[in-house]
């Protein structure tokens, strides 16, 4: 597939926004989704609705088929070591969550600390509050220098033997910084603290290999990764996941119930408590082999020459200031307008047909950080064109004609 093909896998960039034509620069919220995807979805609720895992009925095992491949095809594109170490859950949010109350919660004890990063989701902040009041442990936060990047010699220094575990964005959704994950989590297992990357911005955009980064831990979104939305990952060493207990009880999850006693299933069923998201595991699937048709390596490169271009686009408008754009960025283009409030320029953008982001981006922290609070956000994918960037530029300059 080349570059200049791949946008009409998307069904949904084939209309216009009032009399323009759409330019979706929206994809770190949630990607497009190609046909693919779309018809794997159609597909299992027209011809193989059934539960799974359960059924001997022929519909029964067509659909755990499908379902129980989707998690071979992410676990060889992310690395994982084998099938079982792909647990599905809703989200990157309910990864993060899981790991917090079932991992964490029973671990961790007052004075304990977790180390973040300044440049975390929400996601990646709130369950470890959470599990931090339940526990008394310590939420320690790594800073972000002026360009957007970690701030590395600092996060060395708070790592320490009271590091009982560690949680760092692979991506920044703000700002689009990557974060070498590889080697930030050698560091903490030097330290003995325990590894979890969030990888809800990158599996749509990186190469990303589970076994190379060696992380316990990395929570996967389906929706960014143009995947259904309400499924993504979460990716656990299988010895780390064999010795953490459950996280939900119900059907699935166990391999024997009686009123004494009950016992639980096998990794990865242990955690898939209930029917799960099935269309949205066999769309995910979908999801991959479209990625893998591509290539990461074509996605990347594609990616690449679109951000160095739109970072040329915004510099040369006057009043226009990037935030955090640092040299490895995954395709985040985050910038102030001088004088407009980033939401009348959203808005002055939707008009022209121009989709962007505009607020915290469930990052207040890091907006705090750069004493915003709140940005532009152009973000990228790969059905993404140097002309969508020429339309943002001239969008921008609109809004400061009428708002500036
Ligand atoms: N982490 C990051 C960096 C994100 O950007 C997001 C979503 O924007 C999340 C976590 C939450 O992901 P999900 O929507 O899959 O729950």
Redesign the pocket.
């Known amino acids: 597939m080349t570059t200049a093909s791949i946008v009409d896998n998307f069904p949904a960039l084939r209309q216009s926004i009032g009399d323009k034509s759409l330019v979706y620069l929206d994809s770190?919220?949630t990607t497009q989704k190609p046909q693919s995807v779309i018809d794997a979805v159609t597909r299992y609720y027209e011809h193989d609705n059934a539960n799974i895992h359960r059924g001997v009925h022929t519909l029964s095992q067509r659909a755990t088929q499908s379902y129980e491949n989707a998690r071979k095809n992410i676990a060889s594109l992310l690395g994982a070591n084998r099938p079982e170490e792909v647990i599905f859950v809703?989200?990157?949010?309910?990864a993060?969550n899981m790991i917090a109350q079932a991992w964490a919660r029973p671990r961790l004890v007052e004075g304990d600390e977790i180390l973040i990063t300044e440049m975390?989701?929400h996601?990646?902040i709130v369950p470890w509050q959470i599990v931090c009041e339940q526990t008394g442990a310590i939420l320690k936060v790594a800073p972000v220098l002026d360009d957007g990047s970690l701030d590395i010699e600092a996060y060395k220094s708070l790592l320490s033997e009271d590091t009982v575990l560690v949680s760092i964005?692979h991506?920044?959704?703000a700002i689009g910084t990557i974060n070498p994950v590889q080697e930030l989590c050698a560091f903490a297992k030097e330290a003995g603290a325990t590894t979890v990357v969030?990888g809800?911005?990158a599996c749509g955009h990186l190469q990303v290999n589970f076994q190379e980064i060696d992380c316990d831990f990395y929570?996967v979104?389906?929706?960014?990764m143009f995947g259904p939305t309400g499924i993504?990952c979460l990716l656990g060493k299988y010895e780390v996941l064999q010795e953490m207990e459950p996280w939900q009880g119900g059907g699935d999850m166990i391999l024997s119930v009686s009123f004494e006693e009950t016992t639980w299933n096998d990794v990865p069923f242990k955690f898939e408590a209930g029917t799960p998201n099935i269309a949205g595991a066999i769309g995910l699937g979908a999801a991959v082999q479209f990625i893998e048709g591509i290539g990461y390596e074509t996605m990347v490169s594609h990616e690449q020459e679109l951000l160095a271009y739109g970072r040329g686009v915004l510099e040369n408008i006057e009043g226009v200031t990037l935030v955090g754009a640092s040299e490895h960025n995954a395709g985040v283009l985050s910038f102030t307008v001088e004088g407009v409030h980033p939401h009348d320029v959203g808005t002055i953008l939707d008009h022209a047909g121009v989709a962007i982001r505009t607020g915290n981006?469930?990052a207040e922290p890091l907006m705090r950080r750069f004493g915003l609070s709140a940005t532009c956000r152009a973000s990228l994918s790969v059905y993404n064109t140097t002309e969508d960037l020429d339309r943002l530029g001239l969008a921008v300059q609109e809004a400061i004609r009428i708002l500036g």
């Open positions: 770190a919220a809703r989200g990157a949010t309910e993060i975390e989701h996601s990646n964005a991506v920044s959704n969030d809800a911005q929570a979104s389906g929706h960014k993504g981006h469930c």
